[in-house]
Nanobody, 115 residues
Framework: EVQLVESGGGLVQPGGSLRLSCAASGFTFGVRSMHWVRQAPGKGLEWVSGISAGGGGTWYADSVKGRFTISRDNAKNTLYLQLNSLKTEDTAMYYC????????RGQGTQVTVSS
């Protein structure tokens, strides 16, 4: 059974930082590209970032480029997303996913950016 379990979300002030983690199991993590997607209240899923199977290639939405960093540890079957310089518009449920559409994603972790 495929499982993706996100953690690390929380409430943070604008300009703050968070590190999200996603523990993967039930599939061969190290041979797949992985993604982060998010869903803000009342909006659809938005692709945020992706990383190649080996970690050498990374991609970002324009809205987060230069502020977020995706990484992975294939030995630990874990995906990460470092969120820096957070803005109120980054408030959303964040999901790790096996595909860029977010169709195969975990249960999510809430990130709230508010003063």
């Amino acid at each position: 059974e495929v499982q993706l379990v996100e953690s690390g979300g929380g409430l943070v002030q604008p300009g703050g930082s968070l590190r999200l983690s996603c523990a993967a199991s039930g599939f061969t993590f190290g041979v797949r590209s992985m993604h982060w997607v998010r869903q803000a209240p009342g909006k659809g899923l938005e692709w945020v970032s992706g990383i190649s199977a080996g970690g050498g290639g990374t991609w970002y939405a324009d809205s987060v480029k230069g502020r977020f960093t995706i990484s992975r540890d294939n030995a630990k079957n874990t995906l990460y997303l470092q969120l820096n310089s957070l803005k109120t518009e980054d408030t959303a449920m964040y999901y790790c996913a096996k595909d860029s559409s977010g169709q195969s994603r975990g249960q999510g972790t809430q990130v709230t950016v508010s003063s």
